[in-house]
């Protein structure tokens, strides 16, 4: 089993910087791909961003290509989201996963969710 835990959410001005962190523990070796999510209220999730194991693939959603950065350390188990520039729109549960299943360049099974942190936009 693998355990992900959220921190750095909160409120934040349209406009600003948060940055956002996942550490994972347990069985780690089992995690390739990691990834973000988010879900906004009355939202279903949604796709935000996620990285390879060595980084070399990195994937955005287009409503946040430009303003967010996915980065890990893999040494620490750590997965980070820089989320600049924010918008209202920004506004959600920020949920880290891990990749189990991996085909190709895309992760087909997300099998481990952390419990979320929230993030408020603003204005």
């Known amino acids: 089993q693998v355990q992900l835990v959220e921190s750095g959410g909160g409120l934040v001005q349209a406009g600003g910087s948060l940055r956002l962190s996942c550490s994972a523990s347990g069985q780690t070796f089992s995690i390739n791909t990691k990834g973000w999510f988010r879900q906004a209220p009355g939202k279903e999730r949604e796709f935000v961003a996620d990285i390879s194991w060595t980084g070399g693939t990195i994937n955005y959603a287009d409503s946040v290509k430009g303003r967010f950065t996915i980065s890990r350390d893999n040494a620490k188990n750590m997965v980070y989201l820089q989320m600049d520039s924010v918008k209202s729109e920004d506004t959600a549960v920020y949920y880290c996963?891990?990749?189990?299943?991996?085909?190709?360049?895309?992760?087909?099974?997300?099998?481990?969710w952390g419990q979320g942190t929230q993030v408020t936009v603003w204005s």
């Open positions: 996963a891990g990749c189990t299943i991996v085909v190709g360049k895309s992760c087909v099974k997300y099998a481990y």
